[in-house]
């Protein structure tokens, strides 16, 4: 599955907030990614019984792969640059050599590569710049050439030391963006616009960020989160102490599951992960026994 998707965030403007899919469906033993979530562990879990999040006749989390865009009335944000096209990425089949619609999806939601303001990259894994950059002749140029592409500062400054990490993925989807002059380093506390901010959210890598949305209009105030990675899967919301075999410190990715999923809790604030299927932006309820999304 794949194409653009709006989510109903913000119905009342002045943000449009859309998900470009590049991938969606099984993907992954539950172990696979997260070592805590064995057969019996899961099996009584909300999400293990339900039908969007996992399939148990192939016994595979469901999980997409998709960038976020946000248009506000002044820019157009992509978060996230998900897997990229021709990309060589040999140890993941789906992440491998791609030559999906990303772009196409784009222009379906009326937007050329021209017009994207910002890119930025929640963290500097594989599966999330890699539309940062596409091949041209040969080259690796950056997708956006309008854009400025927004780093951490702890997240460029740990993985600048080990670009041979992530799948290599520095060097085709990172180095180029620093090359072209098109990167803009920036604290993990960073106002983009009114009411568009980073927030630290560092854990599942070391300086990993999320973003901020809110907008008042007519009293009311509406929040939404980005959180790229802080969350993978609906099995944390239920076990947030339960990190990903990718997380760079389990014991701070935990907390800051925890921390997230507190403040958005019972708020009717929006979470929008970046590996969770449709529908994707979620709300959050609390009771003794933890946490689960609102229906
Ligand atoms: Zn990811």
């Known amino acids: 599955m794949s ?4 989510l109903p965030v913000f119905p009342d403007g002045p943000f449009e907030v859309y998900r470009i899919i590049e991938f969606e469906g099984p993907f992954r033993d539950p172990e696979h990614l997260i070592p805590s979530a064995t ?20 016994h595979k989390l469901i999980m997409a792969f998709h960038g976020i865009v946000v248009r506000t009335p002044t820019s157009v944000i992509l978060i996230d640059a998900c897997l990229g096209n021709d990309k060589h990425r040999p140890m993941v089949p789906e992440w491998h050599m ?10 379906g939601i009326g937007l050329s590569v021209d017009e994207i303001t910002h890119v930025l990259c929640t ?16 080259r690796w140029v950056p997708t956006f050439p309008n854009a400025k592409y927004l780093f951490g500062r702890e997240e460029m ?19 180029p963006v620093l090359d072209a002059g098109l990167a803009e380093i920036v604290d ?29 209009s007519q009293g009311k105030t509406r929040t939404a989160y980005v959180i790229g990675d802080v969350i993978h ?63």
């Not at 057969?39 to 192939?58: L, M």
């Not at 791609?98 to 222009?107: C, H, T, V």
């Not at 929006?270 to 932006?281: D, N």
């Open 3 to 6: 194409g653009a998707v709006a």
């Open 39 to 58: 057969p019996d562990a899961i099996k009584n879990t909300r999400t293990y019984n339900d039908a969007r999040f996992f399939d148990q006749g192939d």
């Open 98 to 107: 791609r030559s999906g619609p990303f772009l196409n999806d784009l222009k």
């Open 123 to 138: 963290h500097l894994h594989a599966d999330h710049v890699g539309w940062n950059t596409r091949l041209l002749d040969g």
């Open 157 to 175: 400054a740990f993985w600048e030391q080990d670009a041979d990490a992530n799948h290599k993925s520095w060097q085709d989807s990172v180095q």
């Open 188 to 216: 993990s506390h960073h106002e983009i616009e009114p009411g568009v901010s980073l927030l630290p959210a560092f854990g599942h890598s070391p300086g990993h960020v999320m973003v901020k949305l809110e907008t008042t």
């Open 233 to 295: 899967h609906p099995l944390q919301v239920e076990h947030p102490e339960w990190s990903s075999q990718f997380c760079w410190d389990a014991k701070m990715a935990g907390d800051m599951r925890t921390s997230i999923l507190e403040t958005v809790a019972d708020s009717g604030h929006w979470l929008v992960p970046a590996h969770f299927p449709t529908p994707t932006a979620v709300r959050v309820e609390s009771n003794q026994d933890g946490f689960w999304l609102e229906d």
